[in-house]
Nanobody
């Protein structure tokens, strides 16, 4: 049974920073790709960022230049460093892993609220 456990969410003022973490536990056949998604209040879930096994990264236009995704393969962990946060970044953030046999795993979500 694979579980993804997220941490690092919270309340932050506009312009502030947060770092999200997501660690996988259990039997997983190596992690091919890792990513972050978010679901703003009243809206659908949207893709935020992704990182491949060879550390190529890609970002949604809304977060490009402000967010950085990284991974630690020794810990089966992915991070999302968020800077210059805006109220529109308020959402529940979810991590997502894809392993080498094509299975997808999701975290339980962590709330990020950007407000003064």
């Amino acid at each position: 049974q694979v579980q993804l456990v997220e941490s690092g969410g919270g309340l932050v003022q506009p312009g502030g920073s947060l770092r999200l973490s997501c660690a996988a536990s259990g039997s997983i056949f190596g992690i091919r790709a890792m990513g972050w998604y978010r679901q703003p209040p009243g809206k659908q879930r949207e893709w935020v960022a992704a990182i491949t096994s060879d550390t190529r990264t890609n970002y949604a236009d809304a977060v490009k230049g402000r967010f950085t995704i990284s991974r630690d393969n020794t810990k089966n962990t992915v991070y999302l460093q968020m800077h210059s946060l805006k109220p529109e970044d308020t959402a529940v953030y979810y991590c997502q892993f894809t392993d080498w046999v094509g299975s997808d795993y999701w975290g339980q979500g962590t709330q990020v609220t950007v407000s003064s």
